[in-house]
Every structure is written in C-alpha cells, then in structure tokens.
C-alpha cells in the first residue's frame, strides 16, 4: 500500500518555506526522499532510518517519526532550483522495495 | 561516469513488437530495481533483481513482461507482444544492498517507451 504525501502541489517564492508530508499505515523501517524534475530521473535526497532522525541535505531536511509512521521534508529558504515533484518513498522491515507516493509538486517563483 | 546507465533512452514499438530494456547499474551496486511511472504519477514498483537471481517480481504482470540479471552484462527488462497500455517511463535503480542504510536507490535516466 503506497504511502500518502500532503499536499498534493504548494508553490512558494523564493526564501519561503515549505513542509511535505508522508504517512503510511504500516509499520516503517525507513522512508526515502527524492525529487524529480520534469522528463528527469528521480534524484536521491537522503534516507531516514526508523529512530526518529534527522538529516539535511543543504536546506532542505527531515523528520521520520516511527511511531506515527510519519516522515516530514522541511524545506528552508526555498530556491529555484528547488522547483520539481517531491517522492517519498517507505521501506517495510526485512523488506527492499519502495512504496512511493503519488509526489508533492513544488513550484519556487522568483 | 559511475552512475547508473539506462538504454535506449527512448524506444517507440509497435503493437506486438517486443521491447527490451537495458540496466547497468552503479559500480560496486549488486542490487537492481525495476520501476514503471506513468505520466503525472508515482513510481510503482516491479521487480527486483541480484546477480543471476529474481529476488521478488511481484510488482510484474505475470504475461508478457519477464526481467534478468546475469552474471555478466546489464540487467534486462522484457515486454513481449506490447499493447498501448504499456506506454510508460520504465526506471531502473541499483543500491549497496537490499535492506539499511545501504539501500539508498539511485535511478537511472530511465527509457521512455511510447507504442504505437
């Protein structure tokens, strides 16, 4: 069962911030983040491993809450270049496989 | 360049043709994932592979599609006798290893098949 991410689409000008949501209904091992321009591959973020960590990856950070089976992407200070389709995608325990979302798809304006 | 390589990047077939797609995944990857993304959607998961062995393809239609690994060479991904319905970007992803933090999927450039 795919994961479900909120909102579906936000647009932002430069220097804002934005928050995007993933939740799933069944337990997590881990939750991974990408974002994909248009016609592009989807470009890896980072990885949050069950335990509630952290991480950034230039502004752009995130939250993995295991018991709510939640993981949020926090981005700060947007910049064009953060533009695109923003996927999570979750890991079940002892299993490989991602499950992604349909994608969040932020718009930065100048 | 190390990262993963994907070919044809574009493939146009006509109905019941056969489509075949290539994977070489990242250097020192053993692990490879299939993934199929239809326009203004998620990626779905299809099957995923090691070396010389389908470790779970339940994510593929059992008819028509078929996926390998072999010991030497890309992996490849098979659509026989395909239909319109089959029009997508097909993924493909390569990781350390199967489960941890070693698990962190890097994607290819894709191939887009359009079928006529």
């Given amino acids: 069962q795919q994961p479900v991410q909120s909102p579906q689409a936000v647009i932002l000008r430069e220097g804002e911030d934005a928050v995007i949501n993933c939740s799933s209904s069944k337990a997590l091992y881990s939750v991974h983040w990408y974002r994909q321009k248009h016609g592009e591959a989807p470009v890896f973020l980072m990885i949050l491993l069950k335990g509630g960590e952290q991480k950034g990856h230039e502004k752009i950070s995130a939250s993995f809450n295991e018991k709510k089976q939640q993981s949020s992407l926090y981005l700060t200070a947007s910049q064009l270049s953060y533009s695109g389709t ?3 995608g979750t890991e079940k325990p002892n299993d490989y496989k991602l499950s992604f979302g349909a994608g969040t798809t932020v718009t930065v304006r100048a | 360049n190390a990262g993963v390589m994907q070919n044809p990047r ?31 959607e998620g990626l779905k998961f299809m099957v995923y592979l090691q070396k010389e062995n389908i470790i779970d393809e339940s994510g593929m239609p059992k008819e028509r599609f078929s996926a390998e690994f072999p010991k030497e060479g890309p992996s490849i991904l098979r659509i026989q006798q395909v239909v319109r319905g089959d029009s997508a970007a097909y993924f493909c992803a390569s990781s350390q290893s199967g489960t941890g933090v070693r698990n962190e999927q890097y994607f290819g450039p894709g191939t887009r098949l359009t079928v006529t």
């Fill in chain 1, 86 to 88: 923003y996927f999570c």
């Fill in chain 2, 10 to 40: 574009h493939l146009v077939r006509r109905r019941g043709q056969e489509a075949r797609l290539r994977c070489s995944p990242m250097k020192g990857h053993s692990h490879v994932y299939w993934y199929r993304q239809l326009p203004e």
